[in-house]
């Protein structure tokens, strides 16, 4: 099966400026998750989708970041305005009700860099 | 918050070396699972145990859960130096699958 497909690679933008990072999930994972990684620490989850529904953003800085699971299927994570801080590997994630026995797929993830 | 913890932050090791990383989390789980990252890619799953469960092996891996430490270690047999990458431990504590990941463990191994 394909795996979770991330765009861009690699951003690079200037604080205060907006940026997008979209994510297509494993067809038929109905659990899609956002990660951002900081360097030298570990994903920290932004925000989980069940289907187009929110399940969980209690961490995610809701006066900059947004996102959205239109239909259920592709995801976008939007920053606007950027901050130096929010320089990171954003990861996209996805999981099927089977993760009790099959982990989770990461996409490559989108490196962001804000200067 | 991060829930796992993992021990050594870095190991260097020669190729076909065995190289062992715990793993300390905080609250009850569902499962546990641990996950290899190398340079600049994302993260991929290596494998799971259950809460039940006490050890579990895949290929060169073996894992053990001690649920009343609150521990897991991961155990690499006879490494190469293509298992040189971060490795993280993960918990799931049940609640809508939310995976909660420790800082890692950078492991290099020499050839």
């Known amino acids: 099966e394909a795996g979770v497909a991330q765009s861009p690679r690699y951003k690079i933008i200037e604080k205060r400026q907006s940026v997008a990072f979209w994510c297509n999930p494993i067809s038929g994972h109905a659990t899609l998750y956002w990660y951002q990684q900081i360097l030298g620490q570990g994903p920290k989850l932004l925000i989980q989708f069940q289907n187009n529904g929110v399940v969980d953003d209690s961490q995610l800085p809701k006066d900059r970041f947004s996102a959205e699971r239109l239909k259920g299927v592709d995801s976008t994570l939007k920053i606007q305005p950027a901050k130096l801080e929010d320089s990171a590997v954003y990861l996209c994630a996805s999981s099927s009700l089977r993760t009790g026995t099959y982990g989770y797929t990461f996409g490559s993830g989108t490196r962001l860099t804000v200067v | 918050s991060q829930q796992g913890e993992e021990d050594p932050q870095a190991l260097s090791i020669q190729e076909g070396e065995n190289a062992t990383m715990n793993c300390s989390y905080k609250?009850?789980?569902?499962?546990l699972q641990w996950y290899r990252q190398n340079s600049g890619r994302g993260l991929v799953h290596l494998i799971l145990?259950?809460?039940?469960?006490r050890e579990k092996h895949s290929g060169r891996l073996r894992v053990t859960l001690d649920t009343s430490k609150k521990s897991s270690s991961l155990l690499i047999t006879a490494s190469r130096a293509a298992d040189t990458a971060s490795y993280f431990c993960?918990?799931?504590?049940?609640?809508?699958?939310?995976?909660?990941f420790g800082a890692g463990t950078i492991l290099r191994v020499k050839s």
């Open positions: 993960a918990t799931d504590a049940g609640y809508g699958n939310k995976l909660v």
């Open positions: 609250t009850s789980i569902n499962n």
């Open positions: 145990i259950r809460s039940n469960e």
